[in-house]
């Protein structure tokens, strides 16, 4: 079993082949599919008959998470998963998720053609709208599958997209609007092991290759809405102003500063919006979204404290009366992961490289994996990003690093599935 | 002459009532009349048929602009124009451009049923596209008409609307793109006077009722677009940053500073649109413009000039590269009206108010005067605005400042008759 290898040519060829087809970018390797959009709907056709071919029986739950179940020995034990996803932001790369999914598939492939037997089935999971790019709210449906996410089901399923499509409506226009229940208590998971690129700059700074990923730090995001009052641009003197942009300026400018400062983690307004679209109108509402990150829970609330605290200062200082609204849109917190699923990654990754070249890190995105380890012992496994750059057209992981990542997470799988036999893990 | 009066019932109700027909907002009473719009279609319709009830000819130009002549005894002479424009802002009020087109209604309306002969022709104009909120560059069509703008008529045919409908599309789809050629040379005017709310608080806080506009003060527009590295909002340390919305902020502040600091004018930023839409992304493009205006064209430059030197500052301050560049988009030179037009004007109004009552003043908006005023004698009428307010659906000029104003520009037309005949201003 140790000396079975995932085809590292087939697993590089179909996912550079079915990007190149499913949401590619004309002007760079970058792609652009969004949840639930018609690339979507190819890809995931695609997938489901490329599981069918090889014995799976596929399900698709209320929130159109796949489930590609390849049977195992055992008839009354749930699945081992190995999920990511396929959606990408409006301008991501290649790597951001979909090396997950396409990993799974090449694992799922490789004990089809050896004919293994696994004693647990093994489930691929492609969860719908991880990047929350199209209907907001990341890692949307493993938050509703496990029960766990402040956003349920029916929440979900009304979240309307720019155009006011709700989510439920694109779920059936696609053909993926499922019956299976998308909850973990009635379609259960044993565990659940994700391979992923980092995203970030560290493997590769420290010249390593195989990140164990051992938590998810935690992040809340926080909707603001500044108030001034309307007027032109020409005739209302400076002194006279309550310019909701101005204000809004200087709350990001704070943003950045209580992040830097305090060093408690990452702080980031990633999108803007004024209710203006004159020239020569003071605006007199902004809204922005405060993405904020910290290894643990108390420091993400202690750097939210900082950064509203500097807000108060703001508007203070301004000549005339604005003001400024918060709402708390969605967190995740942190997300520490199950000593069996990182024992396993952990002795997978041995077999396959020196342990010069693995090491133990903390999640800085977040990712489905962090909802399914609230309810599921769960891992992951990191793979390099070049100049750790992500949700960027630039986004890249070598094929070599990307097969490294697929064979890990089938030797992974494999040892679990071993020591879960025997409980002696 | 002299005892003329305009029938001011009659004006108001026809503002009103044209206003409610035609983009009145549900929820307020600010008008949505965007140029070239069914509503303004509607408006320009009504106004065309109720021209030639009283027996005006019609002229389109290749602009739209709208030329509605009253025949004078002369027949060898152009007409003294009444102009100003119907359409609005998105969420504007009911009296911005449409008060100075139904007070040249009414004054042809009045001039009609008294079977006054005037010497010179008598034209009401409405301008297309004044508020360049729905295809960018206000006052355009006055502009190509003048022949001095930076955007002649092909330009301005070209301009895209957020829809992507251009301009001379736009024209032809409502039935407004006329054959007259849009230049003052073959298509002149003796004069132009318009009647118009301050939009600002001068009148209202000096208690003055009628201002004698003897000025528009010089203004530019520069789009700015900032240019950072985009990057994961979750694994991009704070330190290797290069934010583009967090540097505009900067500058949209640096904006504000200068111009309370150097007392020179105002500026303002109105627009302001980010390439990210995603809450995870940190931005790597944003674009703004800034809208600087002073009462003199070497004030303007001053201005601009310590804003960009502010910018300079801010940029170097980042910790990674971000940059910005520069384009001057749009620009309106200080606009010195006519003595003659001014004089017509003063007169007219000492004829109805008592002196304390009048104020000369200049103009802090633009307006198509500001461009008749390069190629032609130009003056201007204003009344109180409350509040100051503008470009807002809280606009609002009295019943009684309307019919004042109204009154004086069909005096300020009778004296300028009259003194044009003898050349005795």
Known sequence: MASLKINSARLNETLQSTCTQWGALSTSTGMCRLTLSQEDKNVRDWLVNQC????????VDQMGNIFAIRPGTATDKLPIGLGSHLDT????????????????????????????KTHRPIALIDWTNEEGARFPGAMMSSGVWSTKSSAPLEACWGLRDTEGVTMQDALEEIGYLGTTPCDYRENGLECHFELHIEQGPLLEREGKSVGVVTAVQGMKWFAV????????SGTTPMDNRSDALVTASRLISAVRDAASRTGLGV????????????QATIPAGVEFIIDVRCSTDDM???????????????????????????TRTWGLPESKFHENCIN???????????????MDMKSRAGHDSAWTSRVVPTSMIFVPSKDGVSHNPNEYTSPEHCALGAQVLLQAVLRYDDCAKTGAF
Chains 1, 2 share one sequence.
């Open 267 to 278: 702080a980031t307004v990633g999108v803007i919006k004024s209710d203006t679209s004159s």
């Open 300 to 326: 993400v609330d202690a750097l939210a404290t900082e950064i509203f605290k500097s807000f108060d200062a703001v508007v203070a200082e301004e000549e005339n009366a604005t003001s400024y609204d918060v």
């Open 89 to 116: 932001q409006p301008a991501g790369g290649r790597y951001d998720g979909i090396l997950g999914v396409q990993a799974a598939l090449e694992v799922l492939r490789t004990l089809h053609e050896n004919d293994v």
């Open 225 to 232: 809405r500044v108030t001034g009052v309307e007027g032109h």
């Open 52 to 59: 069918k071919e090889i014995g799976c029986e596929i399900k």
């Open 344 to 358: 396993a990654v952990r002795r997978a990754a041995l077999g396959e490289v020196a342990e010069s070249q693995i």
